[in-house]
């Protein structure tokens, strides 16, 4: 046990002092807690984010602290839940009054009343999120850890304050939360959690599709994502998220031939190109790049195991996906379904490296192609380090054809180099099949290598082709 030491340190930034200077004046305690606490003494760097706990109105402390900033910043107030948020320098200063809760079960609000600190810490997801440091002038910094949250912290554990049990039967969300602090704070979640977890998986359904999205970007923006997914898949949550990755687990024989088990390859994916981008919808484009491959896969005695237009298959099922977890159908969406679409062209070039297969890639990918060829790297999961060295140069070979093909082409933004009203200029003629024909046989013809991307040369291709469906240039 540790004797309730002392963090002045924490609270170095003015903005404390001044809380607690409004707290004085309404003569009520105040402390901070949570994330801002636990961030600090994890040396995670300062959080942006600080919640403060006023026993007592958090309202009313929020409004005395504007009183006193500088340019007496709005105060929001969220009265459904007792809370005020305000912003100064950059920091989001959230105040809740202390509270206790009871929940019902059929709801993750429960009903609330006045409590004293000890009851708001009672009510915190876990025991590293429950640390609190006073306001107080006469104990400023002190720590309050009614459940010993700073040895979890040093033993790298995550443990519920109260009843695992109650815990995450009252709010099914803390079984998410506690996977994604697990995964971005690489700590444990310890047994009696992951039983709890594991027994209540089903009441995630009540749970709203934007908060398990929130935490499933938090968990692909980790260091090593694979270790939430691994943990959503051994309690029992991946099937209520994500049953297309479940699809994706085992490994069947026939005929003595294998297919390698695409559910931890996925994971094996997704932690390479953690490595290599913080994008997030890269991240999610490897989550999802092999999810066609559970409804596409056929034996077939000849070539063993097949997985037939799996990138099509897949990309539609990224628009289901998205649409079931309620998320924005927007570019990010149509990013990811390209990315899965393309996600083995590079490979088929890897082996038979032509310039006209390379325009080909760089036009389909167009301003994603470095990002394709991102994933297609991630994808590499072999264990036998000579194949992988031949597959990540074979890449990098077509990287630098990418470059030296684009450099010369400039195919990546393409634009045509004749265009359309010129086609119906040169040949007097009203939009019709036949300039989408030539257009295209013209587009065709430079990514061939026909003809080089330059206006001279395609106008030339332009009247040659007119002349094939018997139009006659007026100029
Ligand atoms: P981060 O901001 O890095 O996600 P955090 O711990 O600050 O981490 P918030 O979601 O900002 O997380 O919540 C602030 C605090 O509120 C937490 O530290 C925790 O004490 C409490 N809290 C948040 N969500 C819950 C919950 N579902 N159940 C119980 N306590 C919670
Ligand atoms: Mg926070």
């Not at 961030?39 to 006193?68: M, P, T």
């Not at 294998?258 to 999610?284: G, M, Q, S």
Request: charged residues 30%.
């Amino acid at each position: 046990m540790h004797p309730n030491p002392t963090y002045r340190t924490a609270l170095e930034h003015p903005i404390f002092s001044l809380i607690s200077r409004a707290s004085g004046n309404l003569q009520m305690d105040s402390y901070v807690i949570g994330g801002y606490v636990r961030d600090f003494l994890l040396k995670r760097g300062e959080a942006k984010d600080i919640d403060i706990v006023a026993v007592g109105s958090g309202i009313a402390l929020a409004k005395e602290v504007a009183k006193l900033l500088p340019g007496n910043p709005k105060v929001s107030i969220f009265k459904t839940y007792g809370t005020a948020m305000l912003k100064s320098q950059g920091i989001e200063l959230e105040f809740v009054g202390a509270r206790k809760e009871s929940y019902t079960e059929d709801s993750r609000n429960p009903a609330v009343e006045n409590g004293t600190l000890e009851d708001d810490q009672n009510r915190r997801d876990f025991t590293i999120n429950a640390l609190a440091l006073s306001l107080q002038s006469d104990t400023f910094g002190k720590l309050l850890d009614p459940f010993n949250g700073l040895e979890d912290l040093e033993k790298k554990i995550i443990r519920t304050p109260l009843d695992p049990e109650v815990t995450y039967s009252d709010d099914p969300l803390r079984m998410l939360r506690a996977i994604r602090f697990a995964t971005q704070l690489d700590f444990v979640i310890e047994k009696a959690s992951l039983d709890a977890i594991t027994k209540n998986a089903d009441r995630i359904k009540i749970i709203s599709k934007e908060r398990i999205v929130d935490e499933i970007h938090k968990i692909l923006l980790a260091d090593q994502p694979s270790k939430g997914f691994a943990l959503l898949h051994k309690t029992g949550l991946l099937p209520y998220i994500f049953p297309e990755l479940v699809a994706l687990e085992g490994i069947e024989e026939k005929e003595g031939q294998r297919h390698k088990d695409n559910f931890w390859h996925t994971l094996e994916v997704v932690d390479n190109i953690a490595k290599a981008t913080d994008n997030l919808w890269l991240r999610w484009a490897a989550l999802l790049h092999d999810i066609g491959k559970a409804p596409t896969k056929r034996f077939d005695k000849q070539i063993g195991w097949t997985f037939h237009a799996h990138e099509f298959v897949g990309s539609k099922m990224v628009y289901k996906l998205f649409k079931r977890l309620k998320m924005p159908l927007n570019d990010k969406m149509k990013f990811v379904q390209k990315m899965v679409l393309m996600s083995s062209r590079p490979i088929v070039l890897a082996t038979d490296v032509t310039d006209s297969a390379v325009r080909r890639l760089i036009f389909d990918a167009g301003e994603h192609v470095e990002d394709l060829m991102t994933l297609c790297e991630a994808d590499i999961t072999t264990k036998n380090p000579k194949k992988f060295k031949k597959y990540q140069n074979n890449f990098k070979l077509v990287r630098d054809k990418i470059e030296e093909v684009e450099e010369r082409d400039h195919i990546r933004n393409f634009q045509p180099p004749v265009s359309g009203e010129e086609i119906m200029e040169t040949f007097a003629i009203k939009p019709s099949r036949e300039i989408g024909i030539i257009k295209d046989a013209i587009k065709e013809a430079i990514l061939e290598g026909t003809i080089p991307n330059e206006y001279d040369a395609a106008k030339e291709y332009m009247l040659k082709k007119g002349a094939e469906l018997n139009l006659t240039p007026v100029k």
